[in-house]
């Protein structure tokens, strides 16, 4: 879901758009209610909350390469998918060609819809 989301947050950037607050707001509401919901008690979801915060900045910030060509970084994939360290390459290929994909598909789109689109999207 972050990377998704990260997806869309670096293409508003280039685009040079305002990424709107609430959706980013009811993305991580709707993680807190399902901690919750999971029964994590306040402190616990303080502490989740705070670590998932990190997780999509670490992926947000490093995401992709290069600023002129869309090249998804080997290295972050890696870190939070472990099973593409242990199978061979495949996996991890199709991953790629799927996120790029995805990038592209969602760049091609207007702001206004991109999020409400995005959910269409099948590669």
């Known amino acids: ?3 998704h989301f990260s997806l ?5 950037k280039y685009k040079k758009i305002k990424f709107p607050q609430k959706s980013y707001d009811d993305l991580f509401f709707c993680i807190e209610n399902n901690l919750r919901e999971l029964g994590y008690g306040d402190v616990g979801v303080n502490k989740k909350m705070k670590d998932l915060n990190k997780i999509l900045y670490d992926i947000l910030l490093k995401l992709h390469k290069y600023k ?7 290295n972050i994939v ?3 998918f ?11 290929s199709y991953f790629d ?5 995805f990038y592209h598909f969602c760049f091609e789109l207007s702001p206004d ?6 959910i269409n999207f099948r590669n």
């Not at 869309?8 to 508003?12: A, D, E, K, P």
């Not at 472990?82 to 991890?92: A, D, L, R, S």
């Not at 819809?113 to 995005?118: D, G, P, Q, R």
């Open 1 to 3: 879901m972050f990377f």
């Open 8 to 12: 869309m947050l670096i293409i508003f």
């Open 68 to 74: 002129s060509d869309f090249k998804i970084n080997k």
């Open 78 to 80: 890696l870190r939070y």
């Open 82 to 92: 472990v099973e593409f360290n242990i199978t061979n390459e495949t996996k991890y």
């Open 97 to 101: 060609q799927y996120l790029t994909n």
């Open 113 to 118: 819809n991109m999020i409400k689109e995005a």
